[in-house]
């Protein structure tokens, strides 16, 4: 019996080294990867960043919007409808890749696109010239959102446009209701 336990030593500590071996061998092939990876940068330990282009979006005109729901409309909105411009800085920007996020107060929500212009609660949807996605140099378009809660209309909102590739265009206001929209909740119709 004592030669079968000295064997079953020297096999558990065959294993040990060969498992030190092995996790030795693959922490220095991945350090040398990281500094392969780092390239330019400085510090071998800091994180490549990748850095947007400039913004070719820009806001156009005020934020403005309603409510769908009848008790709360003047002091609350959950439609949001934001015009923005491309700046003629490159080529087309292809808003069915681009990223919405509003905020106001302690409301943080990024908008999923929607498939049509009637949009369900958390989604957005843009109303481009000509139709399609692509938003040309020079050409405006509106940005209809549909949040997925009620947002006070005496918080600041802001949204955040971001394009693939660039730097999101930020529009910051308070939510306006246009004209039409407040002459309707001052004097309802009567029967």
């Known amino acids: 019996m ?10 558990l500590a065959a294993i040990f080294a060969a498992f030190v071996a092995v ?3 693959f922490s220095l092939v991945s350090l040398g990867a990281s500094f392969m990876d780092v390239g330019s940068s400085s510090d071998p330990g800091e994180y490549p960043v990748l850095v947007a282009g400039e913004p070719r979006l820009a806001p156009a005109g005020e934020v403005t919007g309603s409510s ?3 008790g709360l409309s003047g002091t609350f909105v959950d439609t949001v409808a934001v015009r923005v411009v491309h700046t003629g800085e490159g080529e087309a920007v292809d808003l069915s890749r681009a990223t919405v996020t509003v905020t106001a107060g302690t409301y943080l929500e990024v908008l999923t696109p929607s498939g049509s212009s ?3 609660p958390g989604t957005w949807s843009a109303a481009l010239p000509g139709g399609g996605t692509l938003l040309f140099p020079g050409d405006e378009c509106t940005i209809r959102l549909c ?3 009620p947002v006070s209309l005496d918080e600041a909102l802001t949204v955040l446009v971001r394009p693939e590739g660039s730097a999101p265009c930020s ?3 308070r939510v306006r209701i246009p004209a039409a929209d407040a002459d309707a909740l001052s004097s309802p119709d009567k029967d």
């Open 171 to 173: 529009i910051t206001g």
């Open 68 to 70: 769908s729901i009848p």
């Open 2 to 11: 004592g030669g079968s336990e000295a064997y079953t030593h020297l096999e």
């Open 23 to 25: 996790t030795t061998l």
């Open 147 to 149: 949040l997925d809660r």
């Open 118 to 120: 009637f949009s369900e």
